[in-house]
């Protein structure tokens, strides 16, 4: 039966795909990708403090997969927002900031369940939209060119269908005797089938992006979430959404997996490189305020302002470098010497560390 964009593709066949795929070219491209995971699992490492990771990467990581779908904001205004009070913040970067933490409370409930369940994909989904997301119940959803409107893609339809697909995907993400490929395989193939099966009426892509990294830190491959695997997707856009309908149009799998794991190792490499630069620049922050505010100086408190792009008073605090007066003063001189930058938000205010936000903006 020839797919029929204009029909929901009902006739969507369950995993493990009837296809070649571990071919020679993709089993090559497999080695140099956990190499790269590998070497970027070293190079986290040479973080002390894993937060800082974990919070500058996985932002990053947010802003660019919520722009793939066309949910813009800029950096300085998703660390401002990170950093001090989202009561104020636009809905863009509500939205963007709702994908980390959908990210982190996800990785969290797996690391307790080791299981990928639909319970889970629908708690991502509705933290992501800050909704009461569900599964898709009513026919109409249909995946339209943001070009021309031409429909492209018809789901399948039905509640009951659609979480018979998820049952089949969460089988095979979660029981390797029902298929033994390699989990950076089995990463790229599920990627499709949630795309593919399409459960909610918003989110599917983010929700599937989300997963893709969850997976491979559930498989040991990422010590921590921290893989930018969205920054290559939006440079390469067009491959993305060509190759996901050359599978369903033509069951073309080895170019999709392969675009996939080139793109795990193209980022890790640049997550690596961008691993560096943090470390560099905190090695050199650190000899600034030793030299020109030794009474203040400590590890602590320089590892505090990379934890996030902005800081304020409270974050100093909280961890007992200083108390509330002093802690003003501190983030003050901090200022003078030319490590911070204050700005008013709302109605506190934030100490912006400018070398690191000019590190983590640049594409």
């Given at each position: 039966?020839?797919?029929?964009?204009?029909?929901?593709?009902?006739?969507?066949?369950?995993?493990?795909?009837?296809?070649?795929?571990?071919?020679?070219?993709?089993?090559?491209?497999?080695?140099?990708?956990?190499?790269?995971?590998?070497?970027?699992?070293?190079?986290?490492?040479?973080?002390?403090?894993?937060?800082?990771?974990?919070?500058?990467?996985?932002?990053?990581?947010?802003?660019?997969?919520?722009?793939?779908?066309?949910?813009?904001?800029?950096?300085?205004?998703?660390?401002?927002?990170?950093?001090?009070?989202?009561?104020?913040?636009?809905?863009?970067?509500?939205?963007?900031?709702?994908?980390?933490?959908?990210?982190?409370?996800?990785?969290?409930?797996?690391?307790?369940?080791?299981?990928?369940?639909?319970?889970?994909?629908?708690?991502?989904?509705?933290?992501?939209?800050?909704?009461?997301?569900?599964?898709?119940?009513?026919?109409?959803?249909?995946?339209?060119?943001?070009?021309?409107?031409?429909?492209?893609?018809?789901?399948?339809?039905?509640?009951?269908?659609?979480?018979?697909?998820?049952?089949?995907?969460?089988?095979?993400?979660?029981?390797?005797?029902?298929?033994?490929f390699d989990p950076l395989?089995?990463?790229?193939?599920?990627?499709?089938?949630?795309?593919?099966?399409?459960?909610?009426?918003?989110?599917?892509?983010?929700?599937?992006?989300?997963?893709?990294?969850?997976?491979?830190?559930?498989?040991?491959?990422?010590?921590?979430?921290?893989?930018?695997?969205?920054?290559?997707?939006?440079?390469?856009?067009?491959?993305?959404?060509?190759?996901?309908?050359?599978?369903?149009?033509?069951?073309?799998?080895?170019?999709?997996?392969?675009?996939?794991?080139?793109?795990?190792?193209?980022?890790?490499?640049?997550?690596?490189?961008?691993?560096?630069?943090?470390?560099?620049?905190?090695?050199?922050?650190?000899?600034?305020?030793?030299?020109?505010?030794?009474?203040?100086?400590?590890?602590?408190?320089?590892?505090?302002?990379?934890?996030?792009?902005?800081?304020?008073?409270?974050?100093?605090?909280?961890?007992?470098?200083?108390?509330?007066?002093?802690?003003?003063?501190?983030?003050?001189?901090?200022?003078?010497?030319?490590?911070?930058?204050?700005?008013?938000?709302?109605?506190?205010?934030?100490?912006?560390?400018?070398?690191?936000?000019?590190?983590?903006?640049k594409q």
């Amino acid at each position: 039966m020839s797919f029929n964009p204009q029909k929901p593709y009902n006739e969507l066949p369950l995993l493990p795909p009837k296809a070649e795929i571990e071919s020679r070219t993709i089993l090559k491209q497999v080695i140099k990708s956990r190499a790269a995971l590998a070497e970027l699992n070293g190079k986290a490492l040479i973080i002390p403090n894993q937060d800082i990771l974990i919070n500058n990467i996985t932002l990053q990581e947010a802003k660019d997969s919520s722009e793939i779908e066309n949910v813009f904001t800029t950096s300085d205004n998703l660390f401002r927002a990170f950093s001090a009070s989202m009561k104020n913040t636009d809905p863009a970067t509500k939205e963007v900031l709702s994908y980390r933490e959908a990210l982190w409370a996800a990785h969290t409930e797996l690391q307790e369940t080791k299981k990928f369940t639909t319970a889970l994909f629908i708690k991502i989904a509705q933290q992501l939209k800050e909704s009461d997301t569900a599964i898709r119940n009513e026919p109409g959803t249909k995946v339209q060119s943001r070009k021309t409107g031409e429909v492209v893609y018809t789901p399948p339809d039905g509640e009951h269908l659609i979480r018979e697909k998820l049952k089949n995907l969460e089988t095979f993400l979660n029981d390797e005797a029902f298929c033994d490929f390699d989990p950076l395989v089995k990463m790229a193939i599920a990627h499709y089938q949630f795309e593919a099966i399409h459960p909610f009426f918003d989110g599917n892509g983010r929700t599937g992006r989300i997963i893709n990294v969850l997976y491979l830190a559930s498989k040991g491959l990422l010590d921590l979430p921290v893989l930018y695997l969205s920054s290559y997707i939006i440079r390469k856009k067009a491959a993305y959404y060509l190759l996901l309908r050359g599978i369903t149009e033509k069951n073309d799998w080895e170019s999709w997996v392969l675009y996939m794991l080139q793109g795990v190792e193209e980022t890790a490499l640049q997550t690596i490189d961008r691993i560096v630069e943090i470390r560099q620049l905190m090695d050199v922050t650190c000899e600034k305020v030793k030299q020109e505010l030794p009474v203040i100086y400590s590890k602590e408190l320089v590892e505090t302002l990379f934890e996030k792009p902005y800081t304020k008073i409270e974050s100093l605090v909280s961890k007992d470098i200083a108390v509330r007066q002093t802690a003003s003063k501190y983030l003050k001189d901090l200022e003078e010497i030319g490590v911070l930058k204050s700005q008013k938000c709302g109605k506190e205010t934030v100490y912006l560390n400018t070398e690191l936000v000019k590190l983590l903006s640049k594409q």
